[in-house]
């Protein structure tokens, strides 16, 4: 069964610094892989997906994350984070297996950014 | 803008009471799903729907919990006999997805329930 790992529980970072977090997923067969975010008192919003071609994919508010298929890694960067980042990151997977139907998450990293 | 709705927002109960919460998709949206999430957790895949369709159900929790997509658009998810441990957001989210392959999932709001 697939499971996904992300590194830290909670981050904290002054605003301006850079950000990142690690993602690791089990299954070594093809995937699809996103990040969400869930914004305080917000429901679950997509951050950006991978499905195929450039491992650099970027989604909103200047996110970006790499795809490094030989590390099973799907890290979410941020050059230079704002107070209004403040939110919980999950990140998730879907596989060939489950036909790219269901997702499995990770934990989630809640990032408190103070300003 | 027309997102995933849910209905309920909250529900307390008390043990042993049934519950069914509502969820309406996106319109055109085939796939539906239903997932879990208790603190500290993400969410956990319960089930889904692809237009009235139950292709999967195995990670149901228990013969407790039920499903139903009755004409391919809202859901319906009820919990019967509810327990304490029943306690979590429950989330819905949809999907348009025209055959294996990509599947980008919306999320709604979520349903907070609460068993006393």
């Known amino acids: 069964a697939q499971s996904v790992s992300q590194h830290n529980h909670h981050v904290i970072l002054s605003e301006a610094a850079s950000l990142e977090l690690g993602c690791n997923y089990s299954?070594?067969?093809?995937?699809?892989l996103f990040w969400y975010v869930q914004y305080p008192g917000q429901h679950l919003q997509l951050l950006l997906k991978?499905?195929?071609?450039?491992?650099l994919v970027k989604g909103i508010k200047g996110f970006e994350a790499e795809f490094i298929k030989s590390k099973f890694s799907f890290n979410l960067r941020k050059p230079s984070v704002q107070w209004s980042d403040t939110a919980e990151y999950f990140c998730?997977?879907?596989?060939?297996?489950?036909?790219?139907?269901?997702?499995?998450f990770g934990k989630g990293t809640m990032l408190l950014v103070s300003p | 803008d027309t997102g995933v709705s849910q209905d309920p927002r909250h529900k307390i109960t008390k043990r042993g009471q049934n519950v069914t919460f509502r969820c309406d998709p996106i319109?055109?949206?085939?796939?539906l799903y239903w997932y879990r999430q208790t603190l500290g957790q993400g969410p956990e895949f319960l089930t889904y729907?692809?237009?009235?369709?139950?292709?999967?159900k195995s990670r149901l929790l228990s013969d407790r919990f039920s499903a139903e997509r009755p004409k391919g658009s809202f859901s319906t998810l009820e919990i019967q006999r509810t327990e304490q441990g029943d306690s979590a957001m429950y989330l819905c989210?949809?999907?348009?997805?025209?055959?294996?392959?990509?599947?980008?999932?919306?999320f709604g709001p979520g349903t907070r329930l609460t068993v006393t």
């Open positions: 991978y499905f195929s071609g450039d491992p």
């Open positions: 729907f692809q237009n009235e369709a139950q292709l999967e």
């Open positions: 319109s055109e949206h085939n796939r």
């Open positions: 989210a949809s999907s348009f997805s025209p055959g294996q392959g990509i599947n980008e999932q919306y």
């Open positions: 299954y070594g067969g093809t995937v699809n």
């Open positions: 998730a997977v879907n596989d060939e297996n489950s036909g790219y139907s269901t997702l499995t």
